[in-house]
């Protein structure tokens, strides 16, 4: 079989287990579930205890938040600094997704958006909040006169995400996770120098804020990076529990009235 069929087989294996469901990998390795374990023999003596690991050198550790600080420093313009989140090698997320998302819209917006992690479909597409979430935040947005498709920077919408690969089954991102990628995050903002941002949800609050507490943090202006930011519930949030919908429109107008001076 030639190379390109082999691919083709492959990639049509793949298409298939999608169309049954299957929309994570879940394992480096396949697993024999019906292998039957060994009985260890009778009269055998006792196993013995398996040997401690060895210390790692904690010279030699590797420390990802340092080593993704020199990687986005190293990046001069946004195509680098995609090129160099995608080839941070440290968070393990990044072997279960299909695309490193990396961002949607206009980047000389006045307006950064910061939503958590890229979803199922985000995943697929490669471009953040295309999903349901992100159907509502167009919406949302387009009621304050802004969108991602604008040209002039005045209506325009810049959208990132603080993890650039979809945890698998959409679990909540962990702490490590999100320490290790906000250095990409805070160069992503520097690069892209908006006049506001607008952090969405616990986990973007986490990341630009340094705390959470959405209910509370939300309206409040407060400072992320060193610009002014307005904390506002996620639009996946919005979904489940729409009675908090009034909130997201009072925060829009606040927005509106701060870019309106
Ligand atoms: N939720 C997010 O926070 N980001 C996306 O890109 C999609 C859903």
Request: charged residues 25%; proline residues 10%.
């Amino acid at each position: 079989m030639s190379a390109h069929t082999d691919t083709a087989n492959l990639t049509a294996l793949l298409d298939w287990q999608i169309e049954l469901g299957a929309d994570e990998a879940i394992g480096d390795a396949p697993v024999n579930r019906y292998e039957v374990p060994q009985a260890p023999p009778r009269n055998a003596p006792p196993a013995a205890p398996a040997a401690a690991p060895a210390p790692v050198a904690a010279a030699n550790a590797v420390d990802p938040v340092e080593v993704a600080k020199r990687m986005a420093a190293g990046a001069g313009t946004l195509e680098e600094l995609a090129a160099a989140q995608r080839d941070f090698p440290h968070c393990e997320l990044r072997k279960g997704a299909r695309n490193a998302v990396f961002h949607d819209g206009n980047s000389d917006a006045r307006v950064m958006l910061i939503g958590e992690a890229p979803g199922r479909e985000e995943d697929i597409k490669g471009k953040p909040f295309v999903g349901q979430a992100g159907a509502l935040l167009d919406l949302m947005f387009s009621q304050i006169g802004l969108s991602r498709g604008a040209d002039r920077p005045e209506v325009a919408l810049y959208i990132t995400n603080v993890l650039p690969w979809r945890p698998p089954g959409n679990r909540d991102p962990e702490q490590g996770e999100i320490a290790m990628m906000t250095p990409f995050l805070e160069r992503h903002v520097e690069l892209a120098a908006p006049e506001l941002i607008v952090p969405m949800g616990n986990i973007s609050c986490s990341a630009c804020l340094g705390k959470r507490g959405i209910t509370k943090l939300r309206g409040k202006w407060s400072e992320a990076f060193g610009l002014p930011a307005l904390p506002m519930f996620h639009p996946a949030y919005l979904l489940r529990n729409p009675h908090a919908k009034r909130h997201a429109w009072e925060d829009l107008l606040s927005l509106r009235d701060k870019l309106n001076g």
